[in-house]
């Protein structure tokens, strides 16, 4: 299979599709459940900077209690959010709280921090992964710390005049949440992220596992799908080169005519069709002309070949020159009148449109034609009155002509052959009757076909080609009328041409 | 030899009899179907050629109900060439087939091929004692010495050759020998048969008096 294929193709494009969705999804994903876990950290954080704030005692307690009351529930950042970080000018004085974590008293008579021991499992004192908090006052020394609180803990600069509560920043692997209370104690409440971040991790791998999965089943079942959309056409083109390369029987099954596909196939199959039917009459047509130019030529080749045998008396060569001059005379006949055939049914013979009578074309044609029926003692009763049309006159008398023909020759001995014209709707007519045996109905359908005979016998040795009424058929159609036949087994045929006005 | 010839093109007809003539067969000719027929039931021919396309009656029908009664070699001529039509053509009884247009050559060996195949030769030679018979060359020889023979004492020496060890009777000779455009004397058969006497020798040709005449093998 080529790249090129639309199969592939279409795959391509697809599996790019489905891979940038994906992605999307993916990330997506990624940033709301990392956005969601940060949030609730730094929820956790909040609460856990209240809960301190709560247990701050001191001469300002009233104040910090009081209508200035600090917004506590205000949004956390993401981590990365550092622009509060800065390096003390001091360092933080190391005063451990004491190891049971218990409340403690106050601190160089400042104000004092008091937590219950509720308030205090809310801090892992124990697990340095765990929540731990530091307290500083407004000059920067540490009141107080917990005791799982890093070792390496710089105080945040708050700038002076901004109380309340600081965005959240993230150090390192802690995340930590700072506030600085009115009377101007900065409290930081953090916990290490590494636990975080590895969950992250782990979420980020799973994402990209399902990922990936889907991405697989996905590229099956997009592979199957284009297969199965792609084989309707596979079967078209598979029954196309069968019949280029010639069984034109071939056809399309067409499973859903209502599809697309199915439209196509349908159109494709009447084309076939008609190519099928088109062939198969130029098969048929080829075939009738080399049968009947075989005879001629089996004349020729054994008078021939009979003549040159053994010398001969001049009478006898005689004969065999005649019998192959009639011979060639009936091909070169036959040669004109498929010629003919073939241009009128290419539409390369333009017909001289001028007005005309068909009763006086058919005066003429009678007259031409009396003494080959005097022959047979075939009498021709005329009835012409005037019927006018447009049309080429030598080609209507063409047509009127082999009708007689046909009539004298497919009559009785001392038959009657009865020709009418007349007008019509629109058309002149003519109508030529014999009393000849007629002509079978299942002959009937097949008479104006090329070569067609009733019986299945030739009658070439009078010149006839089998050819005639096709060619008349032709020609009527060039003009755009009709030619019809009736017959009676036993009683006779009827003719009946038809040309517009 | 005796031949039936069925075609409908008088010219064809013509040059075909007329080939077949000069070759020493007696000819006779058919237009139609029906008279094809009816002449090839009534005679025994050593062989008709048969042509398919016919007015009346087509060969397909003269070959299937001349094969009710007769087993004549029958050779179809048609100018139809599909290899369907010549199955069908000796599937019908057809002894062989030959599509037009034709080499007359290919016609007359194939219809002496015909004729000698009915008779049960397998080779064209047939050697009686030191006189032999060439069908294809149609010449006879006695002691390799070439013997100048009319066609018909040719005709009458092949025929009796090919039924060589029966009595022929003079009706059969007649019937084989002499076609429906020969004006036939019974005298005109002694006369022939004394003339090859003279030629070949008296005891060729040995006379069975009241049955007929023979050459024994």
């Known amino acids: ?501 | 030899m005796r031949l039936l010839i069925v075609e409908d093109e008088p010219d064809l007809l013509s040059s075909l009899a007329q080939a077949f003539r000069d070759e020493g067969y007696a000819v006779d000719t058919a237009a139609d179907g029906e008279e094809g027929f009816y002449k090839a039931t009534s005679w025994d021919y050593d062989a008709v050629v048969l042509d398919i396309m016919l007015p009346r009656m087509d060969g397909w029908t003269v070959l299937q109900k001349l094969r009710a009664t007769k087993k004549t070699p029958v050779l179809m001529l048609t100018a139809r060439d599909q290899s369907r039509d010549r199955v069908r053509g000796l599937d019908s009884g057809a002894d062989d087939y030959l599509v037009k247009p034709f080499d007359l050559g290919e016609l007359l060996a194939r219809v002496r091929a015909l004729i000698r195949r009915s008779a049960g030769q397998v080779r064209n030679v047939i050697e009686m004692g030191d006189v032999i018979v060439d069908t294809a060359a149609r010449t006879v020889s006695k002691k390799g010495e070439l013997i100048q023979l009319t066609a018909r004492e040719y005709a009458l020496v092949e025929f009796l050759a090919l039924h060589r060890g029966e009595v022929v009777s003079r009706t059969q000779l007649y019937e084989h020998l002499f076609d429906e455009d020969d004006s036939t004397f019974s005298n005109l058969l002694d006369v022939h048969v004394s003339n090859i006497r003279k030629k070949i020798g008296a005891d060729f040709i040995v006379t069975r008096r009241g049955l007929g005449y023979c050459i024994e093998n």
């Open chain 1, 1 to 501: 299979m080529i790249p090129k294929s639309i199969r592939w193709r279409l795959q391509l494009w697809y599996g790019l599709i489905l891979l940038l969705v994906l992605a999307g999804f993916g990330v997506a994903a990624y940033q709301l459940q990392s956005g969601r876990q940060w949030r609730r950290l730094d929820g956790e954080l909040q609460r856990r900077v209240n809960v301190v704030v709560s247990g701050l005692r001191g001469p300002e307690a009233r104040e910090r209690m009081g209508g200035d009351r600090i917004n506590l529930d205000r949004p956390a950042r993401f981590p990365g959010d550092q622009d509060d970080y800065r390096e003390p000018g001091r360092p933080i004085r190391p005063e451990r709280p004491p190891a049971d974590g218990a409340p403690r008293g106050p601190i160089r008579g400042g104000p004092s921090l008091r937590l219950g021991p509720q308030q205090l499992l809310l801090f892992d004192q124990d697990d340095t992964n765990g929540f731990y908090f530091v307290v500083w006052d407004r000059e920067g020394v540490e009141l107080a710390r917990s005791t799982n609180a890093p070792a390496r803990l710089v105080m945040p600069e708050v700038p002076p005049r901004v109380r309340g509560p600081r965005p959240n920043r993230t150090r390192e692997k802690w995340r930590e949440a700072f506030i600085m209370t009115p009377p101007g104690e900065i409290i930081l409440v953090g916990r290490s992220i590494v636990q975080d971040r590895k969950e992250l991790r782990r979420a980020a791998l799973l994402l990209a596992g399902i990922g990936g999965v889907i991405l697989v089943f996905g590229m099956a079942g997009g592979a199957w799908l284009t297969a199965r959309a792609i084989r309707p056409i596979h079967d078209i083109s598979n029954t196309a080169a069968r019949i280029s390369e010639g069984d034109l029987s071939q056809r399309i099954s067409v499973r859903e005519t209502e599809s697309e596909l199915g439209q196509l196939a349908g159109v494709l199959n009447s084309t076939f069709s008609r190519l099928e039917s088109a062939f198969a009459q130029q098969k048929q047509f080829t075939s009738d002309a080399a049968h009947e130019l075989r005879t001629p030529v089996s004349v020729i080749l054994t008078q021939t070949q009979s003549a040159l045998n053994r010398e001969r008396s001049a009478p006898e060569y005689r004969q065999s020159l005649e019998a192959c001059q009639r011979s060639a005379q009936r091909m070169r006949g036959l040669i004109e009148s498929l010629l003919e055939l073939a241009r009128l049914e290419a539409g390369q013979e333009q017909m001289r449109r001028s007005p005309t009578d068909l009763s006086r074309i058919a005066a003429d044609c009678v007259e031409q034609l009396r003494p080959l029926a005097a022959e047979r003692g075939i009498q021709i009763e005329t009835d012409l009155p005037p019927a006018p049309c447009s049309g080429d006159d030598g080609r209507l008398a063409q047509v009127v002509t082999n009708l007689l023909s046909n009539a004298v020759h497919h009559n009785v001995e001392g038959g009657i052959i009865r020709i009418t014209s007349g007008s019509e709707a629109g058309f002149a007519t003519v109508r030529v009757e014999d009393e000849g045996p007629g002509i079978a109905p299942e002959h009937l359908p097949h008479i104006f076909d090329r070569f067609y005979r009733a019986d299945a016998a030739r009658t070439t040795s009078k010149g006839r080609t089998g050819l005639g009424l096709a060619i008349s058929k032709a020609i009527v159609d060039a003009h755009q009328g009709t030619i019809e036949v009736k017959s009676e087994l036993g009683r006779g045929t009827k003719f009946t041409v038809r040309i517009p006005v």
